[in-house]
């Protein structure tokens, strides 16, 4: 059974591959300040954020799988994005990165697996230097950028994160009730 356990855990790693993986795209994207400090709880460093780029993307429902042995990463440029729902029942992921993100510059896609708090500044650039995927076009950013909102803390960033759920994701509407409650 010790020989099997390996063989198991490297299959379902390989299984969570992002070979397949189809590229997300790009739905709603948003700016956002913090009047109190987030806890950014997504990569191994845990910075404390006061901005950062709220992403709508659409996604295949099989790559959105959440996984507890790594499954693909979100991301956005160098870092993990922050999910806060899981997008496979209606196949969008609404997700935030710290800092206001040039997405013309900053491509999104599926990193290799593992956990996003595994994941440090030379991992996360080891990830971006992997992928093959460009970022969208200026017009397209444009097209999709909604206007910046201010927000005082991680509870009022969730409740604005629960409206997207509802508009994109309405399948998942308990969780974002959830975060109207106050839970994350």
Aim: charge should be negative; charged fraction near 20%.
């Amino acid at each position: 059974m010790q020989i099997l356990k390996p063989a198991l855990v490297a299959l379902a790693v390989a299984f969570g591959s992002t070979a397949h993986a189809t590229a997300p795209e790009l739905i709603l994207s948003q700016s956002f300040s913090l009047s109190q400090a987030h806890s950014y709880l997504w990569t191994k460093e845990k910075p404390e954020i006061t901005e950062g780029t709220i992403v709508v993307v659409g996604v295949e429902s099989e790559d959105a799988q959440v996984r507890q042995v790594g499954g693909p990463v979100l991301y956005v440029g160098p870092v993990p994005a922050e999910r806060v729902n899981n997008g496979d029942m209606d196949g969008a992921i609404i997700a935030f990165v710290p800092g206001h993100i040039d997405l013309s510059k900053t491509p999104i896609y599926w990193g290799p697996p593992t956990l996003p708090e595994r994941v440090d500044e030379k991992a996360g650039a080891a990830a971006l230097r992997s992928t093959r995927v460009a970022p969208h076009s200026k017009a397209t950013i444009d097209a999709l950028r909604k206007p910046a909102a201010q927000l005082n803390d991680t509870a009022d960033l969730y409740r604005h994160l629960a409206n997207l759920i509802d508009t994109h994701a309405p399948s998942e509407r308990e969780r974002a009730q959830g975060y109207r409650g106050g839970l994350r």
